[in-house]
């Protein structure tokens, strides 16, 4: 969703007066795209083998990147993780790992500055509505550092908030009463 709020800020830029994308990212960076690639051959390995030990790696490779090493010990013990990990069994069913494969595909697609020679004064100049941009610094499955980048660009037409939390990618449910304070205010103000 927070990918598809950069996309249509810039698609569409009269749809709407306001936009709050949430652990999202206008372009992916190289940590992310690696992530997902792995996740595509996992998901086609395990659809393809129907063998525990693909979906065990699948399961491994989302907890070590939806999870950050601040949610270690108490949050998530070793045994918790391995067993995790080893109740992964069985396989994905061809036409779920097909379904998943292609949000993969859309996720590392998105590029906010590809209509615009890869410039991201271009993309930013394209956006009208102004943008709510919220952001776990320790988030592995979206990192935060081009959605930052795009908001210098917005200048004025960005509010950019970076959490420090260490809830990684799940800080719409580790701090959903900040978030959703922040974008309560964010709405009421006047555009």
Same mark, same amino acid.
């Given at each position: 969703g927070g990918m598809q709020t950069f996309e249509w800020s810039v698609l569409y830029p009269g749809f709407a007066k306001k936009l709050v994308p949430i652990a999202g990212s206008p372009q992916?960076?190289?940590?992310?795209?690696?992530?997902?690639?792995a996740y595509k051959r996992l998901l086609d390995w395990s659809a393809e083998c129907a063998c525990a030990e693909a979906q065990e790696l699948l399961a491994a490779l989302?907890?070590?990147?939806? &999870?950050?090493s601040d949610?270690?010990?108490a949050d998530l013990p070793g045994d918790t993780v391995t067993s995790r990990v080893e109740g992964a069994s069985g396989s994905i069913d061809r036409g779920t790992a097909l379904n998943l494969i292609r949000q993969?595909?859309?996720m590392i697609a998105t590029d906010v500055t590809h209509a615009f020679d890869g410039e991201w004064a271009g993309a930013a100049e394209a956006v009208?509505?102004?943008?709510?941009?919220?952001?776990e610094s320790s988030d592995h499955v979206v990192?935060?550092?081009t959605g930052? &980048?795009?908001a210098e660009h917005l200048g004025e037409k960005a509010t950019p908030i970076l959490f420090e939390t260490g809830c990684g990618?799940?800080?719409p449910a580790c701090e959903m009463f900040r978030v959703g304070a922040l974008i309560r205010d964010f709405l009421r103000r006047e555009p």
């Open positions: 992916l960076g190289g940590h992310d795209v690696a992530l997902w690639e989302m907890i070590l990147n939806s &999870t950050t949610q270690d010990g993969a595909d859309a009208q509505a102004q943008m709510l941009i919220i952001a990192t935060p550092r930052m &980048t795009f990618h799940g800080l």
